[in-house]
């Protein structure tokens, strides 16, 4: 409310706020109302990984920037979403693909960073390829829109994947 009360500014300075800043606060309440459940368990494990994806948000758009340490923020969904087929040599086999292809494209492209890379690899050991792939598809698709409308500029990717992230565990059926 204050930001559209302030339009957009600052009370003290006057300066502009980036609307990035009220869209994660409106995004934590829409995730909060759909994730609450009778279950403290569940609630909990949802609450840490809303907290965590917005931490590594804020910091990517912030100072493009991500702290790995604070990936480990992604693991209690191990202990709640459904991994069909989960095994350890699998899982290694996929990450180190994963893993080469991207830092390949990093390589080439010197437009995916570190951050980013860590992140898409800790999906997938959440969640799987599948997973990965829709999660990269969705917030690459998500930050396409900025890209458009900032030419030229360099955007971060977290926020995007992060939504991304949010929207498919949401809204999509496993």
Known sequence: MGFIIQRGRCHWCGTQISAFFPLSELMIILVTAKTFTSSWYHNLIFTIVILT????????????????IALIGLLPLLLVLPRHSFSIGK????????????FGLQHITKGLGTGDIEFILMTDLI???????QI????CLLTLIPALIKRNSKLPLIPGL?????LRLLFCSN
């Open 136 to 139: 990269v598809l969705i917030g």
């Open 91 to 102: 899982v290694v086999v996929e990450l180190v693909i994963m893993g080469f292809f991207f």
């Open 53 to 68: 994806l917005l931490y590594l948000s804020t910091t990517d758009f912030v100072s493009q920037v991500i702290y790995p």
């Open 127 to 133: 969640g799987g390829w599948e997973l990965t792939a």
């Open 162 to 166: 992060a939504l991304g992230f949010i």
